[in-house]
């Protein structure tokens, strides 16, 4: 895990190695065991390092054998020892036992298609010092970011938009789509970001760009792919074993590491699946497990009989609402503003576990692959009431919605579903869907919103990503792929990546194994999520395996943090400094006097709008640090080392 920024140009104009030296160091916190870099003419390559592999030998940017291809690589490469083995075969001699070597001499030998020959977690760059060619590649489900900007003739990409605003590649300009989707979602949605001079490379995707100017870019693996492959058949004890199989299958590949490997332990099915996996197949050095003074949100107890069965040293992480004094900290780590409130909870567990280990297992993509959202359930009745419901009594209902009462000290209760549920029921069932773990609906996102066109953005944001993501009669499998390419990665990997890197720690996901993710997508719907609102139903068969009935039927309680009691008690005067009119006002595209009122609302109990405050909060924050006072790029790179390779012969 790693850092990596670079920039090819193939116009003649110089490039400033020093400032793109400096800007690499931007990125020590998510390599803080050194850097290097390597440029020649026309192309930079620089890398900040976290040291998992091969500790020794594993120095970035790394050469091919031949000295043709310059390799970068932000992330891990879990099968590099097959891979070694195949290309062993081949006639390839290694120097290193890392994972990056294994990468740069498959690309020599394999190309672009090097990337479907992968298992991991990546995102890459290789030059190919020959032809002048720059190859990007991002993983399956876009675990490790990929930022590109570009303009004719050059290109300049990183891990992290901070050295892109520092470098001044960023621009200032905000993407108003990209803006109305975040007040709807919570997160910048598609491949754009907030900033109209960057965007994402997709998950699951590589990209060339070439001297000429001409650019190809291939998607190289769909989950909906898995469409075509037969439901997996069997009686479900075969398939129960099935599933043990990859699970520990995908566990084994990513305990894969030099260094001591920990586990985010919530106490849900999915992290003590992981558990218990990993404990037997390995070590685990400790599990962390955040705790709360409010009794309703801790799942402190259930992470402590799991860690009790397998084994292992459980590490509580005590949350309370000071965590809200940090905003401004998290959202210095956000390439777009990410409001998902759980990140303050990753953010503080994170920073414990760093002090300990390196690397951490969790259980992100369980809910994704398996059907473990409620939201699921959601989105069937709202498509069975609302066909039974004329238009104007949904409208009705929709706007009753400001009505219900909700209990700011309950985690997701029955009011909140039941407001959800209200101000979506005017809406198409595919737009509905998005809505569920969104924050304002697209009606009241413009109204917070100034200008004709930034108006019109919001209003549309939801309808043009879900025309774009769903069917108009989605099916389960059709709302998993939906999740799958976009609250996922735009939302729960990046939180994850941006929360565990800022300490430097490496977060790793067992259940996106592409062989794990391919079965379970194709599972027959009756073992995911039935009409009774069970929920990942094959996977909590397991977790009764190991854990017992009780423990395997515990409701999901998500990850949410206490944001709307907080907000309105100890604070309160967070949100009202951030919130601030004149800060409020910089954004030019924000209307501070419905803020303002919005604030009001909340803090005397007439609306609890929390979450959708927070994203206000994250979103000032993040302008401030991206747009007004971007990034310093300081005097100099001392610390990153300058590395030379032998000229092409």
């Not at 299958?249 to 490997?261: F, I, N, Y």
């Amino acid at each position: 895990m790693c850092g990596i920024l670079g920039a090819a140009d193939w116009t003649g104009a110089p490039l400033d190695a020093g400032r793109l030296a400096a800007a690499t160091n931007l990125l020590a916190h998510r390599g803080p065991d050194g850097g290097a870099y390597w440029t020649e003419s026309g192309v930079f390559f620089g890398h900040r390092r976290l040291a998992i592999i091969d500790i020794a030998g594993g120095l970035q940017p790394m050469a091919s054998g031949d000295g043709r291809v310059v390799l970068l690589l932000n992330g891990e490469i879990y099968n590099y020892r097959e891979l070694r083995e195949e290309l062993a075969a081949a006639g390839v001699r290694f120097r290193t036992s890392s994972d990056t070597e294994a990468l740069v001499e498959g690309y020599r030998v394999w190309g672009a298609d090097v990337v479907s020959h992968l298992e991991g977690m990546f995102a890459l760059a290789a030059w190919d010092r020959l032809t002048r060619e720059l190859y990007l590649a991002r993983d399956r489900f876009g675990e490790k970011p990929l930022l590109v900007s570009a303009t004719p003739g050059r290109v300049t990409f990183a891990s992290e938009m901070g050295p892109l605003s520092a470098l001044g590649a960023a621009g200032s300009d905000l993407d108003l789509d990209a803006l109305g989707g975040f007040l709807c979602l919570n997160y910048v949605p598609g491949q754009h970001t907030l900033l109209r001079g960057v965007e994402r490379l997709p998950p699951a995707t590589w990209r060339r760009y070439r001297p000429d100017g001409t650019v190809e870019q291939h998607t190289y693996w769909q989950a909906s792919d898995v469409r075509q492959v037969p439901a997996a058949s069997g009686s479900d004890r075969d398939l129960l074993d099935a599933l043990q199989e990859r699970l520990d299958h995908g566990v084994a590949l990513t305990l894969r590491s030099d260094v001591p490997v920990g586990l985010f332990l919530s106490g849900g099915v999915d992290s003590a699946l992981v558990a218990e996996s990993a404990a037997r197949q390995g070590h685990l050095a400790a599990a962390f497990c955040v705790d709360y003074e409010e009794s309703a949100f801790s799942e402190v107890h259930r992470a402590q009989h799991v860690a009790d069965r397998v084994g292992v040293e459980l590490v509580r992480v005590p949350l309370d609402s000071s965590a809200l004094l940090r905003v401004e900290e998290l959202a210095s780590h956000l390439d777009d503003p990410l409001a998902d409130s759980s990140a303050a909870a990753v953010w503080s567990v994170a920073q414990a576990a760093a002090a300990r280990v390196k690397v951490v297992l969790s259980g992100d993509g369980g809910d994704e692959l398996f059907g473990g959202y409620l939201t699921y359930g959601a989105t069937a009745l709202h498509r069975s009431v609302t066909s039974l419901m004329p238009g104007p009594l949904r409208s009705l209902a929709g706007h009753a919605a400001h009505a219900v009462r909700v209990n700011p000290a309950v985690k997701v209760g029955v009011d909140e579903k039941l407001r959800r549920f209200l101000r979506a029921v005017a809406l198409p069932t595919r737009e509905a869907h998005f809505t569920w773990n969104g924050s304002w609906v697209p009606r009241d996102a413009a109204a917070l919103l100034m200008g004709d066109e930034a108006q019109a953005a919001a209003r549309s944001a939801i309808a043009r990503l879900a025309a774009s993501r769903l069917p108009a009669s989605p099916s389960l499998l059709d709302l998993q792929l939906g999740d799958i390419a976009e609250y996922l990665p735009n939302d729960i990997l990046a939180k994850v990546d941006r929360s565990t890197m800022a300490h430097g720690l490496e977060s790793r996901a067992p259940f996106l194994d592409r062989q794990l993710a391919e079965f379970a997508l194709a599972l027959p719907d009756r073992l995911k999520t039935t009409s009774r609102s069970r929920t990942k139903v094959l996977l909590r068969q397991l977790c009764a395996r190991h854990f017992g009935e009780a423990h395997a039927r515990a409701p999901k309680q998500g990850f949410s943090i206490p944001l709307h009691h907080w907000l309105r008690t100890s604070g309160r005067d967070v949100m009202r400094r951030v919130l601030a009119r004149d800060r409020v006002r910089t954004l030019g595209v924000i209307d501070d006097a419905a803020v303002h009122a919005a604030v009001e609302d909340h803090a005397a109990g007439r609306r609890t709008i929390g979450w959708e405050l927070w994203g206000l909060m994250v979103l000032v924050c993040w302008y401030e640090q991206r747009v007004l006072t971007p990034p310093s790029l300081g005097s100099g790179a001392p610390d990153l080392q300058a590395l030379t390779f032998a000229p092409l012969r």
